[in-house]
């Protein structure tokens, strides 16, 4: 059983940055590729992007690359999205999430709750 909190989410103009983390309970952390995905008002959960376990590889979505960056620190059983250049249409919830690495669109068996992002233009 893993547990999943999001925290980082706000309100930021256009052209900002945010950090959003995701604090992971229980032992197994580290054997988990983590990713991140976000649902926007009246649009379906899309996958924005994944870590492996060790965090040697990483995925994204072709709309964040250059712009996000994933990390993780097993120490700290937590996953980060670093989100720099924010358009207006990243606005949306964020969730964390097991995945598969090999799969990491399906996303997995544990979620957060979620944490806003909104972007002003």
């Known amino acids: 059983q893993v547990q999943l909190v999001e925290s980082g989410g706000g309100l930021v103009q256009a052209g900002g940055s945010l950090r959003l983390s995701c604090a992971a309970s229980?032992?197994?952390?580290?054997?988990?590729?983590m990713g991140w995905f976000r649902q926007a008002p009246g649009k379906e959960r899309e996958f924005v992007a994944a870590i492996s376990w060790s965090g040697g590889s990483t995925r994204y979505v072709e709309s964040v690359k250059g712009r996000f960056t994933i990390s993780r620190d097993n120490a700290k059983n937590t996953v980060y999205l670093q989100m720099n250049s924010l358009k207006s249409e990243d606005t949306a919830v964020y969730y964390c999430t097991t995945v598969r690495f090999a799969v990491p669109e399906v996303g997995g068996d544990y979620w957060g709750q979620g944490t806003q992002v909104t972007v002003s233009s």
């Open positions: 229980g032992r197994t952390f580290s054997s988990y590729a």
